[in-house]
């Protein structure tokens, strides 16, 4: 596996990351040692850096996985409330339950159009915790091509986490849907200021994985870009990525997605009841808390929904 540096930070990371929500309670809720072994396969084969939120719940996998691997990771975690407290709080989480005197990157979780400014209070706790060296680097994670766009000339903002793939699933731009192409100039123009980038749902959110080389030979190909973050959700998973990287995938293989199942989530559902419209199966219901969730035993998989839902809040796993 190549190794980059993560713009200025003088973080090493590998070309590929591992997503760690999958194995997690949000998605497919692994027991510990199950999650933790597809963690610690990855790192033993050459993925050091790993993208994890406190929102995801992931942290007792990673401190399993990483306390039996002599290998060092690369963290990355991110939280979505935007005042000081609940930022600092967040930290002194990850870096109790990972066991980490410090957590190497820490990001504003999902930043939306004018949202950045709203959050001050936890930016301006993550700058002090990068002074004080909890944190070695700071920025944000996105689906916006406007506020990846912002952070370029944000001179605190050391990565850039941005959302892309071929088809553009789930691009925004203010609150409209977005285009891949602004996400690329988005990015590049990040990079050309010195920040490190990396990218989410290269398959998104599983709705693309059909096509599986296709949509990492165009996410690959992005020079602006410095690492891929990649979902994964078994040791399968990790073996198909690493076959891709060797370049020895056969071109005609695309992994089998039958199992897979739609999930929506949560944290990102504004329930706005458009997907239900969608699904000819009437297999979408609001559950207790008015967000949308699927009726596994009525969905037929057909991913109408999913590109229905203007925030991409539904995805194949
Ligand atoms: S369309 Fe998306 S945001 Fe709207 S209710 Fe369905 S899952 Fe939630
Ligand atoms: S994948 Fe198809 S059947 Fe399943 S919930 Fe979505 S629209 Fe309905």
Redo the contacts with the bound molecule.
């Keep these: 596996m190549k190794n980059t540096l993560l713009g200025k930070t003088g973080i090493e990371v590998s070309r590929v990351g591992m997503g760690v929500l999958p194995v997690g309670p949000n998605q497919l809720a692994l027991p510990v040692e199950e999650g933790a072994e597809i963690i610690r396969y990855a790192l033993e084969k050459g993925i050091n850096f790993f993208d994890t939120a406190q929102y995801y719940r992931t942290y007792p996998y990673m401190s399993r996985a990483f306390r039996s691997s002599a290998k060092e990771p690369v963290i990355c975690s991110k939280c979505l409330y935007g005042d000081y407290d609940s930022m600092k709080k967040a930290v002194e989480e990850a870096r109790r339950n990972l066991n980490r005197d410090y957590i190497d990157i820490f990001l504003l979780h999902e930043v939306r159009s004018g949202d950045f400014k709203l959050r001050e209070g936890a930016w301006e706790y993550l700058t002090e915790a990068r002074d004080r060296g909890i944190v070695r680097a700071i920025g944000v994670s996105t689906h916006n091509s406007d506020v990846t766009e912002e952070m370029a000339d944000v001179r605190e903002c050391d990565v850039v986490f941005s959302l892309i793939n071929y088809a553009g699933l789930g691009i925004r731009k203010g609150d409209g849907p977005g285009h891949v192409q602004d996400m690329e100039k988005a990015i590049a123009k990040c990079r050309a200021a010195g920040k490190g980038t990396f990218s989410m749902k290269a398959f998104g959110g599983g709705n693309l994985t059909g096509e599986y080389q296709k949509a990492l030979n165009y996410v690959f190909s992005l020079k602006q870009i410095d690492s891929v973050m990649i979902g994964f959700g078994s040791i399968a998973d990790v073996d198909d990525l690493l076959l891709y990287e060797s370049g020895k995938m056969p071109s005609d293989y695309n992994p089998d997605v039958s199992k897979k199942k739609?999930i929506i989530e949560q944290s990102d559902c504004e329930g706005c009841g458009t997907?239900m419209k969608?699904?000819?199966?009437?297999?979408?219901f609001y559950n207790e808390r008015g967000l949308a969730q699927?009726?596994q035993e009525?969905?037929?998989?057909?991913?109408?929904?999913?590109a229905?839902c203007p925030v991409r809040a539904?995805i194949?796993y």
Aim: glycine letters at 4%.
């Design positions: 739609m997907c969608a699904c000819q199966s009437r297999a979408i699927i009726r009525l969905c037929l998989t057909c991913g109408y929904c999913a229905a539904i194949m």
